[in-house]
RNA sequence: GCAGGGGUGGUCGAGUGGUUAAUGGCACCGGGCUGUAAACCCGGCGGGUUCACACCCUACGUAGGUUCGAAUCCUACCCCCUGCA
């Protein structure tokens, strides 16, 4: 009854950069591949119907932990069948564990071995997260990656500062495995799929490496993060304030000493240029909040750099915010009206901006795919590069 | 015509003798956003010279006046609103 959660193929490599195949429960995702974020079920400003049509397509999106357990709340969610069918979205899901929270709310929370005391940013009042209860959200999401619960650092965290909570993370990815699987045992995930034969596939646990950019704790927390075991890898803590090139460093790094037979997946990261300078240095997954908020906040994305609608210079300009763009709002609207509805509030203008920033990083990353696939993502890489840092006409 | 109220920078609106080129809001211009406390946040916003410090013009309906000093006080005029004729 209980197959691979998740099975992953190597269909081509170059360099480090690899080109391959994750099999969910939900579905196959060809990697490399972007996972839009939708924090609270709802990647912001995008319905599922556009995530699932050709100009989209993501074979995968987030959902977050925290957010979702303090509103609606897990048993909610799991009363409304899980994740996948309160909210409509039938393909894979991952669910942050609320680590990045940790990070994100610093203000609001404090850590102990145990877990982490939240105050709530809704109402105030106090919360508990621990790797348990983590666990144990997310088998009542029933998402088909869920992961470890960790601590996220600052990017600048001295080197004492990151030993001491990457031994913390450690300790909390073996009790995350540990609870994990006695959720799976009890049959606690509500993400499971019913067929004639009974039910299919399980939940995938992925570990987290952190150790800020200090290399040596990086292997050292890789290290104790594959001796527990995961069905893949990722690396946290990176894009949290140091400077880019460290990022670079640390995932070139990094990624190359992860089990080659898992999947490697760089959390919240990044822009356009991260994601291929990250697949070249050996990651296969990626997530970030930029393309919907950067959309909501008037920035597109184009395959020329970036463009902020909210400019008086395309107040009349026809063209589309990107001219090779094939997505439904590059083939249909012009800067001129998107601007437009920028400048007067619309929300149309946040949902339209969000679509199109999406639809560029899923198309960037299928021309990655693509890349590697006929052994020319080195010549792609090197273009992508020139061309979007170009500028905008 | 009489009585009362009022005319301030793109706009609305504070300010009623002295750090006032003039508080705020909006509009406008620009920037930021990386496992989402974000349809948010930050900066600029009379003109000119300067990399900058700074300096010089022009401004609170118009024209005069009082004063060391006026958006603020006085006089006249113009315009708007309300009420009475």
Redesign the pocket.
């Known amino acids: 009854m209980t197959e691979t959660a998740l099975d992953w193929q190597t269909l081509a490599r170059e360099g480090e950069a690899r080109a391959g195949v994750i099999r969910t429960r939900r579905g196959a995702i060809e990697t490399p591949v972007f996972m839009p974020?939708g924090?609270l079920g709802s990647?912001?400003g995008v319905r599922f119907e556009a995530l699932e049509a050709p100009d989209l397509d993501a074979s995968i999106i987030?959902g977050?932990t925290y957010?979702l357990w303090l509103r609606p709340g897990a048993e909610v969610v799991r009363a409304c069948g899980g994740l996948h069918e309160f909210t409509g979205w039938p393909r894979a899901i991952l669910t942050?564990?609320g680590?990045?929270?940790v990070?994100?709310?610093s203000?609001?929370r404090r850590v102990s071995e145990n877990g982490v005391e939240f105050r709530s940013?809704v109402d105030g009042r106090l919360c508990f997260l621990s790797p348990e209860v983590s666990m144990e959200v997310q088998a009542a999401l029933g998402s088909d990656i869920v992961?470890a619960f960790?601590e996220?650092l600052p990017g600048r965290a001295t080197h004492d500062a990151a030993r001491a909570s990457l031994e913390l993370t450690a300790r909390w990815a073996r009790r995350s495995r540990v609870r994990f699987d006695e959720l799976q045992r009890d049959g606690a995930d509500a993400g499971q799929i019913q067929n004639a034969d009974g039910v299919t596939g399980r939940q995938a646990l992925f570990g987290?490496v952190q150790g800020a950019t200090h290399l040596d704790l990086r292997r050292e927390s890789l290290a104790r993060t594959v001796e527990i075991g995961f069905d893949g890898y990722?690396i946290?803590?990176l894009?949290?304030g140091e400077e880019?090139e460290v990022m670079y460093e640390t995932v070139e790094h990094v990624a190359p000493l992860m089990p080659a037979e898992r999947p490697r997946y760089l959390?919240?990261?990044?822009?356009p240029e991260?994601l291929v300078e990250c697949v070249a240095r050996g990651v296969d997954m990626f997530?970030?909040?930029?393309p919907?908020?950067?959309g909501?906040?008037?920035?597109a994305f184009t395959s020329r750099g970036?463009l902020?609608i909210?400019?008086?210079?395309w107040?009349t300009d026809a063209r589309p915010l990107d001219e090779p763009c094939a997505c439904s709002v590059c083939r249909r609207h012009s800067r001129a009206y998107l601007r437009h509805l920028f400048?007067a509030?619309e929300?149309l203008a946040?949902v339209l901006l969000s679509h199109h920033n999406l639809a560029f990083f899923l198309d960037t990353m299928r021309r990655v795919r693509q890349a590697i696939r006929s052994g020319e993502f080195a010549r792609f890489r090197r273009e992508f590069l020139v061309r979007t840092g170009s500028g905008v006409e």
């Open positions: 974020v924090t990647v912001k987030l977050n957010h942050d564990s680590g990045f929270q990070f994100s709310l203000d609001l940013h992961m960790d996220c987290i990722a946290g803590g894009s949290v880019k959390m919240g990261v990044g822009t991260d997530d970030c909040v930029m919907t908020r950067n909501r906040n008037g920035q970036r902020n909210k400019n008086s210079r107040t400048m509030g929300m946040a």
